[in-house]
């Protein structure tokens, strides 16, 4: 199950990255009053708003690495990858909610742990978006132009760098342990079918 990919690329990108859209308007607003007078050249522009995502990607990811910084976030909680839903539910229904519970409580411990080290990744993509991009960005009138622009240029850089990490954190949080446990307890019902029970494969 690629459960590593799963974490560092879809919930570590857009959630980091909502916190740097948010923060656009406050930095651009700062920037054109503290420049100079008069209209902010596009280049100033360009990188106020940089600096809007540096500042918001920071503080995004500094909020997810605290302790229920995914699990105490309704909107990135972590839950059972779409391909295990179907062990989670067929193992309530035997009665072992605890066990799913936590594994659901490592994956999102794990997340926490792995989270900071997102950061400079995305400072690297930031420092090297044109103003164009950064333009975009801007003038986008989709809610999540910053995400799509991070996905577009840190998803290779993210699963290189994050498998390790990951991998890592999940160890740590022993949510390699409860994935074997749970996969191997769903491979003895019958009739159920076959789940990997490698968390990393």
Known sequence: MKLKIFISC???VSSATSFA?????QVLKEAANAIKPGSPTQTEIGDAIKEALEIGVSAGTDRLSLQNGFLGNSAIKLLFPP?????EKALRGIGMNKACDDFIL????????????AKPIFISAIKEMS????????LSDQK??????????????????????????LDKTQATKYWTDLSTAYNQIPLAGKVNTDLAA
């Open 21 to 25: 859209q948010f923060k656009i308007p």
């Open 106 to 117: 490592s994956l999102n411990r794990a997340a926490e742990l792995a989270a900071n080290e």
């Open 131 to 138: 103003v164009q991009d950064a333009s975009n960005i801007l």
């Open 144 to 169: 999540n132009a910053a995400t799509s622009y991070f996905q577009r240029v840190t998803s290779k850089s993210l699963e290189a760098k994050f498998n390790p990490i990951i991998q890592g954190s």
């Open 10 to 12: 879809v919930f570590i």
């Open 83 to 87: 391909e295990a839903r179907k062990v």
